[in-house]
């Protein structure tokens, strides 16, 4: 049997994050249940609708409306957590 070379900081290089396997499954099935709820959630919603936002007007169907605002939170939410993470990195 043939071992893989180390690395510099002397974990075998596998692509290991440092999260226990057992927690990495738990958040793979909690974020896979929650996939299936919302798109459960959507494909309930194909009616059309009317949005008001500020001073536009417009009819599409529902479904678009929440992929937009999933999709605005999902990004929001991303770059939240990027500046905190920057900013807890720059505090000794």
Known sequence: MVDKPR???GDRDSGYDGAPR???SVRL???MVALIILITFLLQNLQEVDVNFLWFSWSTRMIWALIASAAIGGI???AFAT????????DP
């Open 7 to 9: 690395t510099a900081g």
């Open 76 to 78: 929001g939410t991303i």
């Open 29 to 31: 099935i909690a974020g």
């Open 83 to 90: 500046i905190r993470r920057r900013e807890r990195s720059r």
């Open 22 to 24: 057992a927690a990495v």
